[in-house]
Antibody, heavy 120, light 105 residues
Framework: QVQLVESGGGLVKPGGSLRLSCAVS????????MSWIRQPPGKGLEWVSY????????KYADSVKGRFTVSRDNAKYTLYLQMTSLRAEDTAMYYC?????????????WGQGTLVTVSS | ELVLTQSPGTLSLSPGERATLSCRAS???????LAWYQQKPGQAPRLLIY???NRATGVPDRFSGSGSGADFTLTISGLEPEDFAVYYC??????FGPGTKVDIK
């Protein structure tokens, strides 16, 4: 069955960096757009970024633009999120998710998330 | 900038009752790209509805979506115990609404 498994979260100081990974399986990774979504503790969902199949199209939320970089390695079936200049407000559960390929732009499969805590 | 507003913030209902959740966009949007998700505590969100009215695979038919323009609705025809959760709408694969919590009355 389709699986997405995030890793790389943890405790980091303000101004620090962290790289998240999302390893996927049971589908042809290179055929799908992918996304990162985050959720601060006790709050709602916030879309962070998406990346197209060949990495030619990338978009970020204004809140992370210039600080976060999304990338993918289709040979390794892995999605990444490089986070720099981290702030307290970046503290959240970070989910990776797959966009369905049917043209409706919904996120049909999600990982279980990795927690990022930014604190001194 | 598109903003999605969901109402009510919390809906307190009993099992078996009908739940009607609203998602309103700050401008006219395409119903093709309107999705609904369910999230239970400690779990990742789960896709329920895409294209405003299409149920995702495995979603029970008590869940239905409707709407167009700027107003969309998720209806749960008869609440089961497992339906008490938070529901989010999303437009164009990015913007999320703030969510509606459906809790047990």
């Amino acid at each position: 069955q389709v699986q997405l498994v995030e890793s790389g979260g943890g405790l980091v100081k303000p101004g620090g960096s962290l790289r998240l990974s999302c390893a996927v399986s049971a589908f042809t990774f290179s055929d799908y757009y992918m996304s990162w979504i985050r959720q601060p503790p006790g709050k709602g969902l916030e879309w962070v970024s998406y990346i197209s199949t060949t990495s030619s199209h990338i978009k970020y939320a204004d809140s992370v633009k210039g600080r976060f970089t999304v990338s993918r390695d289709n040979a390794k079936y892995t999605l990444y999120l490089q986070m720099t200049s981290l702030r307290a407000e970046d503290t959240a559960m970070y989910y990776c998710a797959r966009y369905d390929s049917n043209g409706y732009y919904e996120l049909d499969f999600w990982g279980q998330g990795t927690l990022v805590t930014v604190s001194s | 900038e598109l903003v999605l507003t969901q109402s009510p913030g919390t809906l307190s209902l009993s099992p078996g009752e009908r739940a009607t959740l609203s998602c309103r966009a700050s401008q006219t949007v395409s119903s093709t790209y309107l999705a609904w998700y369910q999230q239970k505590p400690g779990q990742a969100p789960r896709l329920l509805i895409y294209g405003a009215s299409n149920r995702a695979t495995g979603v029970p038919d008590r869940f239905s979506g409707s709407g167009s323009g700027a107003d969309f609705t998720l209806t749960i025809s008869g609440l089961e115990p497992e339906d008490f959760a938070v529901y989010y709408c999303q437009q164009s694969g990015s913007t999320f609404g703030p969510g509606t919590k459906v809790d047990i009355k």
